[in-house]
């Protein structure tokens, strides 16, 4: 009579075959890589160059939004839409606020002078993207991120938010003004007038 086969009972002979050439080969291949891009994580930390830089803090959410507040206060120049607009000085530090659903309050900022941007949110995890380049920053409740910025063209860009964060999530768009450096360009060579 035939056996039955059963997932209860082992099989009675050497069911498995041992790894030929070609897998040995490939899993070798397969394993180093791994250890490659292993090794990659941390030389990429700290020799990659993409760290931000600037410096981090914890922040009391309220803290912070006071601080925001006062930098309000302080640099106001105007309002569109019920947004304030700051112009702080060349050197200061700016702050920018993430919550449901805005960025808050919109920048205006000078080409070519420095700023620390700090970043903080005061209700859940938001991403700060400026459009239209490739940057990306988390924006958390109870740090604060202080970037040392230099915006090196004027233009009038956007932030939105890339970290789902609720209902009006696709809504989160802030503005960042850069306006052009005062200096007086010299006309180029050729140039007329
Ligand atoms: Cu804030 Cu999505």
């Not at 069911?15 to 070798?28: D, I, S």
């Not at 970043?119 to 202080?146: A, E, K, M």
Request: aromatic content about 12%; proline content about 8%.
């Amino acid at each position: 009579m035939e056996e039955l086969h059963s997932a209860l009972v082992s099989p009675r002979h050497v069911w498995w075959k041992p790894a030929g050439k070609q897998e040995k080969v490939w899993v070798t291949v397969s394993f180093v890589w791994c250890m490659i891009l292993f090794a990659m994580m941390p030389l990429w930390h700290i020799k990659g160059g993409q760290n931000p830089s600037g410096i981090r803090a914890r922040v009391d959410p309220i803290a912070y939004h006071k601080r925001v507040e006062q930098f309000v206060a302080d640099y106001k120049i105007g309002e569109e839409s019920g947004m304030p607009i700051v112009a702080p000085p060349p050197g200061s530090h700016v702050y920018l606020l993430g919550r449901m659903w805005q960025w808050y309050p919109s920048l205006q900022l000078e080409e070519g002078k420095s700023y620390t941007l700090h970043l903080s949110s005061t209700d859940l995890n938001h991403g700060f993207n400026l459009q239209p380049f490739n940057i990306n920053f988390q924006v958390v409740p109870g740090y604060d991120y202080g970037l040392r910025v230099t915006p090196n063209k004027a233009g009038d860009y956007r932030v939105i938010c890339n970290e789902y964060c609720g209902i009006g999530h696709h809504l989160m768009i802030g503005k960042v003004l850069v306006t052009p450096a005062k200096t007086v360009a010299a006309p180029r060579q050729g140039e007329e007038g």
